[in-house]
């Protein structure tokens, strides 16, 4: 069965960095789309960012533009999120995402980030 | 982008139906079929209840249903049960950032 595992959440102060990783299985990871999507603290959801299949195409929020950096490894069946001069506003649960025309059809269980002195 | 507008909450008793809006534009809603809604229970990760404006992923009870009309796409829960409290996102593809999400929507089952 598909599953998504995010991995490399944890608490960093202002402007530090982080970098979340996802391990896919279940599926043929180079086949599909993926994103990072976040939930802030009883908050919506936020698109953070999405790569194609390839690699070729990525998109980030404009929230995260210039901070944030995706990536895939598809020898290793592995999605990540390089998240530079981090903010007390990306506080959130960060999840991996299976994503088709901006569908989401499997998400991982979620890693928190938190972002505090 | 601006996020879809959903309402806050909704309430229905158990056996009756409800009906969650999703309210967007031409650019994104209104443009393509490409809607979705997601349950998330407290604490758990969103699960996928409808893609493509109408279509139930295999495993999601035939409770569920959507459907679209111009900007506004439209989520029904029948014979509402307790499980299905929780709170409900929409999400629709969009020209200009591929992807937006709803405000989301707090079920309440009385």
């Known amino acids: 069965q598909v599953q998504l595992v995010e991995s490399g959440g944890g608490l960093v102060k202002p402007g530090g960095s982080l970098r979340l990783s996802c391990a896919a299985s279940?599926?043929?990871?180079?086949?599909?789309?993926m994103s990072w999507i976040r939930q802030a603290p009883g908050k919506g959801l936020e698109w953070v960012s999405y790569i194609s299949s390839s690699g070729s195409t990525i998109y980030y929020a404009d929230s995260v533009k210039g901070r944030f950096t995706i990536s895939r490894d598809n020898a290793k069946n592995s999605l990540y999120l390089q998240m530079n001069s981090l903010r007390a506003e990306d506080t959130a649960v960060y999840y991996c995402a299976r994503t088709e025309m901006a569908t989401v059809d499997y998400w991982g269980q979620g890693t928190l980030v938190t972002v505090s002195s | 982008q601006s996020a879809l507008t959903q309402p806050a909450s909704v309430s229905g008793s158990p056996g009756q139906s409800i009906t969650i809006s999703c309210t967007g534009t031409?650019?994104?809603?209104?443009?393509?079929?490409?809607v979705s809604w997601y349950q998330q229970h407290p604490g758990k990760a969103p699960k996928l209840m409808i893609y493509d404006v109408s279509n139930r992923p295999s495993g999601v009870s035939n409770r569920f249903s959507g459907s679209k009309s111009g900007n506004t796409a439209s989520l029904t829960i029948s014979g509402l049960q307790a499980e299905d409290e929780a709170d409900y996102y929409c999400s629709s593809y969009t020209s200009s950032t591929w992807g937006v999400f709803g405000t989301g929507t707090k079920v309440t089952v009385l």
């Open positions: 031409s650019s994104d809603v209104g443009g393509y079929n490409y």
């Open positions: 279940g599926f043929t990871f180079s086949d599909y789309y």
